[in-house]
């Protein structure tokens, strides 16, 4: 199957900092289709060889073991192309359009690696000159709107010009394994489904923390906040995998109807459940990683009267029968204790106690990084004699080591998947949409609250408000129990 694969925004740091890196993973696991083409496309006027030079430079960034030798680099490089593009030029849509149909691949890959407010340009044009046809896909990356309305516009665009079919909307952390082990764990074992519900769930966490604070990014990341980067998209998608009904099939639409089911059901926040059940905070100074690091409003490019979050734990329920009243909590931030993305099944005690001593539940660990596994914490008895109390334990899964060979990175799969044109691992417009509904009641009245962010210590767990909120439900969260 020939492919050509089109990246606009082609000396952006998205490209290559993750997407080249991840082609040339594929290709050096022999994962990339025979007769593929890759074309960056940016507006300065540079030769195939001066582009290729340039991303062998920056090649040089990216971590040892994803670098390529001279040679690999050589053999990748055969298949990288430059083109220069204004994108407010009709001709310039026009001469790419004659570059494609030069060749007339199996498939044509747009990536939009660019500002999401060129989307909507970008995709009109797209559509001016024809480059909509069947064979052509849209590969869209987030912020995908920085509201409701806002994503619903670039949705229109898209629409207007594309099939839903054609739009791969990408939410990079359902490109990561341990999330695709998360449908495994679910709907390709029999043994935690019946326990996967209200009767037998006390409450789920799901905690996406990270040690960085917003490095360069401090101009974009203000204008966007935890909420919108992290929770709106990353958090709600894992949310949904974990509290979906299993879906009919493994099909895109089987699983994204399920998913957007779920979003349904959230429960909706008011201003009083805002105040109540959300937590914001952002960071001062502090030791992150065993270093000094400075204040958000310390950082490059963020204004000093900020009120930008850089931390958000809320608690929601999911209204359904098989969630009824379980609390879900969701938390990320920058400069956190420790990078750490995972989520945490907090059993239900046992009803009737025999063993001396406190009864801890039993907990089941979903890891998703730095390690990606699962570790099951069960209480057992070590053997010393009568009186004994019972002691956890955790049966621990390290897919890493289980699987080391086969393990393919997210940018890595949902290109190739884009590729292959499989959407299991896309968001649908209405997912995406569905989420944002959620979200801005919680946007609003921030706006209407003049108390702003609490302030947290880089290098701590966030705000205390937010062990507060879980600890009213007589619950904590996990590096607390
Ligand atoms: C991105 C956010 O979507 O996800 C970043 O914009 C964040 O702010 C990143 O750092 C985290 O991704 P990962 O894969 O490193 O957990």
Redesign the pocket.
Known sequence: MSFDLVFFGGTGDLTWRKLMPALFQAFRHGKLPEGGRILAVARDDQSDERYREWLKERFREVEAGKRPSDEEFERFAALVHYRRMDLSQPEHYQGLKDWLDARNADTVVLYLATSPHLFTGICQQLGAVGLNHAKVRVVLE??LGHDLASAQQINRAVRSVFAEAQAFRI???LG?PSVQNLMALRFGNALFEPLWRRESIANIQIT?A?Q?G?GT?GAF?DD?GALR??IQ??ALQLLTMIAMEPPASNDADAIRDEKLKVLRALKPFTQESVARDVVRGQYRAGMCGGHPVPGYLEEVKVPQDSTCETFVALRTEVQNWRWAGVPFYLRTG?RLAA?D?QIVVNFRPVPHQIFPGASLPNRLVIK??PEDGLELQLLAHKGTGPGEQLTPVSLDLDFDKAFATQRVG?YERLLLDAIAGRLNLFVRSDEQEQAWRWVEPILDAWAEDGNGPRPYAAGSWGPAAASALVARDGFAWAEEQ
């Open positions: 987030k912020p939410d990079h952390y990561k996406l990270e960085l917003v990014r990341y966007t980067d992290m998209n990353h920058k990078r993305a998703l990084q997210a």
